[in-house]
């Protein structure tokens, strides 16, 4: 059975910096990432990345949030600086397998004050 399991959620003030972790089991992922969705507004990438090290970032977050993982451990780390209030959302995992199947974790919470 397929568990994505996220942490790292938090209130933060503008210009500060968060670090959102998922762990993920089940199967073998060939693409991780992350998602977000605002209030009112559609589910949107932030971040994903290969196996083998490709990244894609949405043009919101480029130069601002940087994606890491580790495939021995089947986690994947959004590191998210010079936040801003636009930035507040849910942050959901998200993990495609070797089955093209597709996993959501069940959500973060980031809340950056003005």
């Known amino acids: 059975q397929v568990q994505l399991v996220e942490s790292g959620g938090d209130l933060v003030q503008a210009g500060g910096s968060l670090r959102l972790s998922c762990k993920a089991s089940?199967?073998?992922?060939?693409?991780m990432g992350w998602f977000r969705q605002a209030p009112g507004k559609q589910r949107e990438l932030a971040a994903t990345?290969?196996?083998?090290?490709?990244?894609n970032y949405g043009d919101s977050v480029k130069g601002r949030f940087s994606i890491f993982r580790d495939n021995a451990k089947n986690t994947v780390t959004l590191q998210l600086n010079s936040l801003k209030p636009e930035d507040t959302a849910v942050y959901y995992c998200?993990?495609?397998?070797?089955?093209?199947?597709?996993?959501w974790g069940q959500g973060t919470q980031v809340t950056v004050s003005s």
């Open positions: 089940g199967s073998i992922f060939t693409i």
């Open positions: 990345i290969t196996r083998g090290g490709s990244t």
């Open positions: 998200h993990a495609q397998d070797w089955r093209s199947q597709s996993y």
